[in-house]
């Protein structure tokens, strides 16, 4: 369920300091229950298991309206880790929300985790997926909206109708079996599409070339083996977890989590191995990203917080790159941006959420987030 609800019953005459809550001054709320469970369901017309929420393959649609408030309660009746994120929100300061395992840690079995996100100044039609394991391939995901205001009128006519269809690839067995054939398999066979990919696409109608850019990110594929195994990577790193979520270990300052700068911004040429690359970046600094593929298949690209290859890094956080091609992803062929503020005020980046589950080398550290003259007084 989904509704607009006042924010009123939350401030009782008195300011609280509530980290979801303050940030989001005055906007509209909207709030979703969600409860994912396992199901049959039957994409190829025959009983297999999926991911549900709320008993639905897809998922719920969720809609709102620009600069909305979401609150979205996910109960995880899975009996293993879960978690969502939200591909085409930008969180805005917050990558704390963003949902993959890079900035959140898992909901565990039999527990929740609750959501506060604002989608701030968007609108468009987006969808969630769960971006654990190969969760992905099982279900879990569904479409979201994010409305105009009816203070801006679009240009056209309102739409008779709206539906939400998802493309995407889909498999006859269920996801554990293909993560464990991934694990073990030398080699992966699901795509060479060189004969119907795209043609090439002239890219200067928007003139980019005219913005003065201060740092040029050029990211290359590729495919080997390591250790025995088949890997992929982005600039000759392929990915694998730290202990902690690398946002949770920035903000905590864990030494030794992850290294900034172990994946160079440009193609090195040697062999590949692997790490948890993380790349740094300055806060404010316009940057191209250009993405070099000289393998045989068609590749697609995702970058978390930003919706441009060509523009200023104006969103600070911990930022997941990864190929769209999800077997790929799974074996290594994504790595996070840090985009860094040295001033570490809450005026570029909103605190750490008070309700933050914590994993890894971060449990037990306290959420409350740190008191300095920037923060309101707490009551």
């Not at 609280?16 to 709030?31: G, I, K, L, Q, T």
């Not at 996910?74 to 978690?83: G, I």
């Not at 697609?300 to 890094?313: E, K, P, T």
């Not at 909103?350 to 309700?355: E, L, Q, R, S």
Request: with cysteine.
């Amino acid at each position: 369920m989904m509704g607009a609800t006042s924010l009123q019953p939350l401030v009782l005459g008195v300011f609280c300091y509530c980290n979801f809550f303050n940030v989001f001054a005055e906007d509209p709320y909207r709030f979703f229950e969600w409860n994912v469970t396992y199901g049959n369901i039957y994409p190829l017309g025959v009983k297999q298991q999926g991911i549900l929420i709320n008993g639905q393959f897809p998922g719920p649609d969720s809609y709102s309206v620009t600069n909305n408030n979401l609150i979205i309660n996910v109960h995880n009746s899975l009996p293993e880790p879960f978690l969502i994120s939200w591909n085409g929100v930008q969180h805005r300061r917050n990558s704390y929300q963003d949902g993959v395992y890079g900035t959140t840690c898992p909901i565990p079995p039999g527990k929740k985790f609750t959501y506060a996100m604002q989608v701030k100044d968007q609108i468009g039609s987006f969808f969630y997926f769960p971006s654990l394991a190969f969760h992905k391939a099982a279900g879990g995901f569904g479409g979201t909206r994010t409305l105009s205001r009816s203070l801006i009128p679009v240009p056209f006519p309102n739409p008779a109708d709206d539906f939400t269809v998802l493309i995407g690839d889909w498999y006859s067995t269920t996801h554990t079996i293909i993560t464990s054939k991934f694990d073990t398999k030398l080699s992966i066979t699901r795509t060479n599409l060189t004969a119907s990919g795209p043609r090439p696409n002239p890219q200067g109608s928007y003139h980019y070339g005219l913005i003065n850019i201060s740092k040029t990110i050029k990211l290359e594929s590729s495919a080997a083996q390591v250790n025995g195994k088949q890997r992929y990577a982005v600039n000759s790193v392929s990915f694998v977890p730290a202990d902690t979520p690398l946002k949770l270990a920035d903000y905590f300052k864990i030494v030794g989590a992850f290294r900034v700068g172990c994946i160079s911004d440009n193609p090195i040429g040697k062999k590949m191995y692997l790490d948890t690359s993380v790349m740094g970046a300055d806060f404010k600094a316009f940057v191209e990203i250009v993405f070099q593929n000289h393998e045989n298949i068609v590749q697609s690209w995702h970058l978390d917080g930003y919706s441009w290859v060509v523009g200023a890094l104006d969103n600070v956080g911990m930022w997941n790159v990864r190929t769209e091609f999800w077997a790929r992803q799974y074996l290594g062929q994504q790595f996070y941006l840090r985009v860094y503020s040295p001033v570490e005020s809450i005026r570029d980046e909103y605190p750490i959420p008070k309700n933050a589950l914590l994993c890894g080398r971060a449990t037990g550290k306290p959420t409350r987030p740190r008191q300095n003259k920037l923060l309101p007084i707490e009551y």
